[in-house]
């Protein structure tokens, strides 16, 4: 189906519950755990720190934030067995492949699937050709994407719009350039939720927006945007991370907590620049700083301190 590009907005249309959802042949590491983060929203959570996956059952249909070709299949598993209704509208948060690649589990209830016009450039610049080679691998890790497809956004878009769906307003908003070149939210105002996308990690080291080999985040940008989120002080009680578990109703503190782990790594690393460390040593060397010790994922690490490195010395961030 030809992608539509649409700019302005239009309508269209803390309990936690635990539930694990493992079909066989998907590995341990791609385990989902469904969270109740509140009314009508659900999060499926990765238990090792990979993609989460969001959705939002409403009397008019589903709603699914993120979705990942290896565990997507979970997600429509959990929507089946709490209601009948349809997935009516899929959303990516940008366009890696963990978050972006799961629209075909979904085919059958044929739903509209939004994303910003960078993430429809970058999701078939990008991630397109490395879909098409595991899909068509011998590699048993690549098994997930044996017979699938990648499918294209249907509707790409500038700026904002906003969804209107079984009495509950989502306002989808094109956040810039942080994590990567085209991340978005959604704001679920009647719910007091907003989806980060991966904007926020909680608890794990964050990637470096990733595509098919290609890194994209800036630093000072994702900053740059997490404040502006926060500038906008709205009455919101959990912001759903990308990935990590979701914390329901810490609200405000974990935008704050993402923020901060910029900061403070940053200018660690800036420090051992100034004591006259390679970029080998610093990989070698880094202390992760105890407040940050216990985050998951370390092997994201050595890239992420690579991506600090480069820009201090490129920009004196």
Sequence with gaps: MATRFVKP?????????WMSLCPGWI???????????????????????????????????????????ATADQTLAAIRKLTDQKVRYLISSHAAGDHATGAWHFREDKPLY????????????????????????????????????????????????TIYLGGLTFQVAAEGYGHSSGDLTV???????????????????????????????????WIEVLDRIMQRNLPVDTYI?????????????????????????????????QAGKSLEQIQKEFQVPQEFAHYRRPAR?????????????????
């Design 114 to 161: 939004f994303a910003t016009k960078n993430q429809v450039r970058d999701l078939f610049m990008y991630e397109a050709g490395a879909f098409e080679r595991r899909a068509t691998s011998n590699d048993p890790r690549d098994a997930a994407y044996k017979g699938k497809e990648l499918i294209r956004p249907t509707v790409g878009f500038d700026g904002s719009l």
């Design 241 to 273: 991370p990308g990935h990590g578990p979701v914390h329901p109703g810490r609200g405000i503190e974990d935008l704050v907590e993402q923020k901060r782990y910029f900061v403070v790594m940053r200018d660690e690393v800036a420090k051992m620049i």
């Design 27 to 69: 590995a341990a590491q791609d385990r989902m755990e469904m969270v109740q983060v509140a009314e009508d929203v659900y999060t499926m959570v990765n238990s090792r720190g990979s993609s989460n996956s969001t959705f939002v059952i409403t009397e008019e249909g589903v709603l699914v934030f993120d979705m990942h070709i």
């Design 187 to 221: 704001y679920i105002p009647q719910r007091r939720v907003m989806l980060m996308g991966d904007l926020l990690n909680t608890e794990v080291h964050p990637g470096q927006g990733e595509m098919a080999g290609v890194y994209f985040a800036q630093v000072q940008r």
């Design 9 to 17: 907005a239009f309508g269209l249309a803390g309990t936690l519950l």
């Design 301 to 317: 690490l050595s890239n992420f301190l690579r991506l600090f490195f480069n820009q201090l010395i490129e920009k004196g961030l």
